[in-house]
Nanobody
Framework: VRLVESGGGLVQPGGSLRLSCAASGFIFSAYDMAWYRQVPGGQRELVAATTRGGSTTYTDSVKGRFTISRDNAKNTVYLQMSSLKPEDTAIYYC??????????????WGQGTQVTVSS
């Protein structure tokens, strides 16, 4: 199982970035996918999530600025980030979860990609 994030970097306030997470080794379409972020010394927080059915949810601080999407044909989930603020600076992690018919939970994480918003 692999989740490989890309697209992070340094951007000025008000700028945009698109993160990608390429998945392999599991049935991508059967999993709920999410983006989390974490700052040094802080807890990992949920940023956005999309269910296998395509429903989406966002933390309040990014609503209207970030958009999560998935392409099941490419086994990839995206996070389009716009109007970026310095407080969006963090390591962003891709996450995949699934609860199977036997109530066994599967939970996978990527290695993270750094997003820095600074002038």
């Amino acid at each position: 199982v692999r989740l490989v994030e890309s697209g992070g970097g340094l951007v000025q306030p008000g700028g945009s970035l698109r993160l990608s997470c390429a998945a392999s080794g599991f049935i991508f379409s059967a999993y709920d996918m999410a983006w989390y972020r974490q700052v040094p010394g802080g807890q990992r927080e949920l940023v956005a999530a999309t269910t296998r059915g395509g429903s989406t949810t966002y933390t309040d601080s990014v609503k209207g600025r970030f958009t999560i999407s998935r392409d099941n044909a490419k086994n990839t989930v995206y996070l389009q980030m716009s109007s970026l603020k310095p407080e969006d600076t963090a390591i962003y992690y891709c996450n995949a979860t699934m609860l199977d018919a036997f109530r066994i939970a599967y939970n996978y994480w990527g290695q993270g990609t750094q997003v820095t918003v600074s002038s």
